[in-house]
């Protein structure tokens, strides 16, 4: 396949009262045909949600759903009977299989800013699950850290062939990407990296099939989905 390259203008903005979003694919209510996701990867939304508010309870079911955040905390409660608290630097992943109720709330003072990433399971009607691990990439830079994958690798256990993996680069260092799959997704978080002769920002993304290697022009945080075709 030839790289396919998406960039953060290119997202849509939503913006609604104590929530503001950029979403990579199409979502709620911004559509655009062009982004429907890549492979299993249906959504990436990049979230600021503004202190005492947030996601009351809605359901979900047959998917994976990771939750990444990046600065503040997120209250999360859910038909599971998980009651819990993700902070900066910690990682959710709700299998929702048959089905789950779940919110999330941001009870603290401060923003919160985060990521919601789907991703379409490889099993469905499955029991749901709940899963959270710290990891930050910042105390152990220029190294990946497998967050979710199918096997035992994996911090995390998700129901597709399919890992996640991120890391903070700091500048000029550089890391490989070799798909153990067929298909490479590089969201960038922060920062400047160089791959594939393109420079990618915040926000930016790009899929490609081959193996190379990626360079951080300055401090950067990135996440790398190995997709199936």
Known sequence: MQSYLHRSEDRGHVKAGWLESKHSFSFGSWYDP???GVSVLRVINDDWIAAHNGFGTHPHDNMEILTCVLEGTISHKDSMGNERHISAGEWQLMSAGTGVQHSEINQRDTPVHMLQIWIHPNERNAEPNYQQIQCDPKLQPNQWHVIAGPDEHAAMHIRQQA????????????????????LNYIHVISGEIEILGQKLHAGDA???AEETELKALNDSQFIWFDLPI
């Open 34 to 36: 062009k982004y429907m």
């Open 163 to 182: 890992e996640v993996k991120t890391a903070f680069l700091q500048t000029s260092h550089t890391l490989v990407v070799k798909a153990t799959q067929k």
């Open 206 to 208: 790009l899929a490609f």
